[in-house]
């Protein structure tokens, strides 16, 4: 099992909406020695609860220690690890005017996006797909030698 | 329904709580409470002279009672100087609600005089904190932070109060019943699983219980003795589970770890099926993980599911309270045949023939386990034996007869210096009949030494014997057997005067070079209504033996008779 010891992972938690809980939950990563590679975070609508969406790596076995570590947290509500999950991504990349707008324009189109803004000097554009796809696009970008690009995070649901 | 001042609240909380004695020490941002404290008569007060000291005091309380222990501190330098009461209470699942002041709501995040984020600091050394936001939430806030404290798996909760709150007026109300949805502890066992263990446990040939701290939290003992008297299965207890089977009891084969004996370690190394009840593979106990149990399927009964499989894996996990768990457990044992395991009781008892816990006596020099074991044999169960951290918790983990749970008071996760006195005036004051002994050495002695002020101003007549090595001995232990013997800063060779300082705080000072001294300061010293420091002075090269080192296997132990004296 050669990849089991780095595979990545999505969690899912739902918190009460309480103004430390997200330090909660930063802080317990950060004390236990746990990796983020993203973490987004927003009420859910019409309730008195937030989704944060964590991406992270490690065996299975630290998974479930992580799950069970935030299921402790006393306003964690519920912590979903699961393989099933629809992952998405959003990215915003500006370049400068003078590049190929129509390859650029192509490009995010092609990872469901397209040109959300167009100045004097820059040109914007947001893409939103699959954390992997996303990967792929940012490399794609350096092509029209993008000024920023800035990422979202993983926002995830299972299915 | 009463208007009344956060301050107030915030003692009638305390008191709706049931509690009746707070230990802590006022400032500024408190003072408001401390106005009410002086008006109300619901609960006592006890000024300890440090902070640190009043957190352990109302951890100590609550060891000895199993309810919820309570301090008060400002802000600031009051709350930092608790932290090291919080974090001891919190490795060891102790129940404790902490309140400390806070700067007013308006100077939070302005760097203001005594300011200190208190709730991110306590945050990974407490089960949960609040800061208070609002007047309105403050009932609540209470009546949740004494809930999260005593439920599940226990811990120190911390209230932070600002000060503005604690003027405010507004109507009380406290809640009869608590709602938090997102914190539901499991009790009951899952039923399959408990049936799986049972047939796991008939079916074994080699069983051991290892018996953790969460059986004393649990209030389990007499049901962990009637599982083990029903199955004649053997025991071993961690040092936090000291006298849940009691001394006496011919299936306890002692303490297992780094400083267990033996047959307790052997078992350990060589049992199939090990069951255990709220203990957590701390890596003082386990030794080597690879080598730890290594034969063994694994039964493990925690509240905390994150301690099952958090460092072995585990065939049987059973998430609940010990209580519940083995009262649904204990009836489908009923067929079970004794017999079964007799081969391996025998094998054990051999292990304990072989390897007794012992020590070479002497009448030149006090032997510090002849000092417990002469404690033991004097007071012995009716007492409550405190400890500090070092070589005397050990011998005192080791030799004390400890005869039920919550007679022995020790701090095993986070291993305080400094805990032991504190923690017996806590205990002192919940039972005021009963002698309290606080087993230390000559160096955690000063570390909260200023108690003495206190045991002697509030008449808490607690004995503290100092087994005085002149040394930091288990560093020094430590130094002999890995860094050849060089003692960098661990001689303590100068001392203060122990007789002389107890004296001069209003107690009494023995000092004891001979056994019979040491029966007579003991004797008198238990009949005085003054706290006493009872210097002792003992062997300075005594190891703690048997010593697995750090990160060895279990079966592989120093044993008392391989290792050559060292003065
Ligand atoms: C607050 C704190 N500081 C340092 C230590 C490390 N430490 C563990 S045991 C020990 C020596 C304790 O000396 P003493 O109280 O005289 O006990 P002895 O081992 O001599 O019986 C030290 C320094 C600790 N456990 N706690
Ligand atoms: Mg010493």
Redesign the pocket.
Known sequence: MPNILNERRVISVIVLNESSVLSRITSLFAARGYNIESLTVAPIPNSDMSHITIATNGSTKLMEQITKQLHKLIPVYKVIEHEEMVEKEMVLAKFPIAENLADISVLSAAYNGGVVNVGEEMIIVMVADEPKRIKHFIEAAQRYNPCEVVRGGVVAIER | MRQMSGAQMVCEAIIAEGVKTVFGYPGGAIMHVYDEIYKQKGFEHILNRHEQAAVHAADGYARATGEVGVAMVTSGPGFTNAV?GLATAYMDSIPLVVVSGQVPLSLIGTDGFQEIDAVGISRPCTKHNFLVRTLEELPRIFKEAFYIARSGRPGPVLVDVPKDITVDIGTFVYPDSVNIPSYKPTYKGNKRQIEKAVEAIKSAKKPLLYIGGGVVLSNAYKLVRELAAKTQIPAVETLMARGVMGAKNPLLLGMLGMHGNYASNMAMSETDLVISLGARFDDRVTGKLSEFAKYADIIHVDIDAANIGKLVDVDYPIVGDITEVLKAMLPQLDGVDANRYKAWRDVLNRYSELHPQSYIDSDEVIK?QWAIERIGELVGKDAIITS??????M?AAQHYPFDRPRQWINSGGL????FGFPAAIGAKRAYPDKTVINI??????L?NMQELVTAAEYRTPVVNVI???H???????WQTFFYEKRYSE?D?SFQPNFKALAEACGGIGYDVTTKSEFDAALKDAIRQDKVCFMNVAVNRFENVLPMVPAGGALFNMMLPQTIEGDA
Request: proline fraction near 3%; hydrophobic fraction near 35%.
């Open positions: 090291t510090p500090d951290v070092g070589q005397h918790q011998w291993g305080t210096m400094g230390t050495g000559d160096g955690s002695i570390m087994l005085n090595n040394f930091l001995g288990m560093v020094r232990q661990t303590l």
